[in-house]
């Protein structure tokens, strides 16, 4: 188990921590192959094809000023595997959040993505997602299985943190989702996740 980033970070209210004991929260299981919770993670797992935004039954509809961090350890991966946090998610579809804003990275490249998911403007076959900022940043080490991602919204702008490190900061000045719910995604991998944790920040 992994240490939660340093309470330095931190300056708010603890609003929700899921250990993943158990599954209190309502994570997505419907299919035991590919979503199981085993030894206090929860492990999603999917084919070089599959892609999944998921998100829990416990709901923060109204969050805007937060920390949310999460500790993901990669199993494995295919081509150019991704993992990223979900959050300000509003305007709920059938079967998930149809807008929200993710941040991805792509260890193996060392590259990270800020962008603007809305599945009412796409297909339903392809990620219908508008860029927002991508970089570079070293301190992504390919060679470690595990990462923390943290990400502190103020407003509109938006600290981006991997292991405990601000790797950048970005201005959504169109702030085109201001409020919503956490969640997380995964691209062609299966990865274990450690821990979920957010804090509320003063608006």
């Known amino acids: 188990m992994l240490t939660p980033m340093p309470t330095s970070l931190v300056h708010g209210e603890l609003l929700f921590e899921d250990n993943f004991d158990d599954n209190r929260n309502g994570w997505p299981d419907w299919d035991p ?21 998921i998100f829990s ?8 000023n ?10 494995e991966g295919y081509g150019s595997y991704a993992y990223c946090l ?24 060392q590259v990270y993505n800020l962008e603007r998911v809305d599945w009412t403007k796409g297909d339903g ?12 940043a070293p301190l992504i080490d390919k060679h ?10 103020q407003e509109t702008q938006f600290d981006l943190f991997v292991d405990g490190q601000l790797i950048d900061s970005v201005v959504d000045e169109e702030d085109l989702f201001p409020r919503g719910t956490i ?12 821990y979920v944790r957010v804090w509320t920040l003063p608006e």
């Open 144 to 153: 470690v299985e595990t990462h923390r991602l943290a990400v502190v919204a």
């Open 57 to 64: 039954t416990i709901e923060f509809p109204d969050l805007r």
């Open 125 to 136: 076959n392809h990620w219908p997602a508008s860029l927002v900022w991508r970089g570079y």
């Open 183 to 194: 969640g997380l995604g995964v691209n062609h991998a299966h990865v274990a996740v450690d």
């Open 66 to 75: 937060f920390v949310y961090e999460v500790a993901f350890q990669e199993i």
């Open 86 to 109: 979900n959050f300000r998610a509003n305007l709920p579809g059938e079967h998930y959040w149809q807008r929200f804003y993710s941040f991805e990275i792509v260890s193996i490249e």
């Open 33 to 53: 192959n590919k979503f199981w919770i085993a030894d206090g993670y929860y492990h999603i797992s999917l084919g070089e094809r599959e892609s999944r935004s």
